[in-house]
Structures are given as structure tokens and as C-alpha cells.
């Protein structure tokens, strides 16, 4: 029976009944990386969006309302926006180089004096080897 299949599902793709065009790299949605001030400046443009951006992890604080924050920074940007927060189930430490992707937030209020003018939140991290 499996040869059979294979017979059938060679004799379709020869007659040109059927395709197969795609590839795993047409299924991945791509992400630009943006840097750390681009994101910071850019916040209202990209607030709801995923973002990505890879920078040196300078702080970090985990635990905190279930959820860890890092900060990232990769040279660009002043002292206002060359620091750009992130939060993630996952975590790294400080001095790791990092890609981060996650989606933007404007304005985050979590209450009791937690107001973030932009964070990158449910982020995923991936610490460079």
C-alpha cells in the first residue's frame, strides 16, 4: 500500500496535477529587527506589533506579577531611548546578547505605581551563544 502511494503521489506531480512550491521559510511570518531607539521613538507607530531587536541584556528582575523584566540595550538612542524594557516568561543575564521578539505596548498601567510609557511584552529570548 505505501509504494502505491508513492507511485500515485509521483505520477500527480508528474502529469502536473498538483505542486508544491512552498517552503518552511514562505510559513515563517519574518520580523524585522529594529534597533532599540527605533522601537522607543517609533512606540505609538508600533504599538500592537511584534517587534524584534538584539541588544546586551543590563538589567534584569524576574518574578515580578508573574512575569520577568529585562533591559536591553544596544548602543543606539540618548538616555531616554537607548533602553528598551522587556518582559518574558524566560530570562537571561545581565551581560548576555540577546534577540528579542515581542509585541509592543504603549502606556501599560499594572497598578500600584507599575506605569510603563513602552514595553516589549510575552517576548521571546534568545541569548547568543
Partial sequence: MKILNIVFAGLVCTLGLATFNA???DEVKTVDVKTVAAINT????LS?????AQ????????GIMKRNFIHVQD??????TNDLIVTSKQ???VGDQVTITGVVAVNRDFGAG????LLVEDASIVVKK
Fill in 23 to 25: 517552503s518552511a521559510a
Fill in 91 to 93: 530570562t537571561a543575564k
Fill in 114 to 117: 507599575y506605569l510603563y510609557p
Fill in 42 to 45: 517609533s512606540g505609538r507607530e
Fill in 55 to 62: 541588544g546586551k541584556v543590563v538589567k534584569v528582575i524576574n
Fill in 48 to 52: 500592537g506589533q511584534t517587534v524584534s
Fill in 75 to 80: 548602543g543606539t538612542g540618548d538616555a531616554i
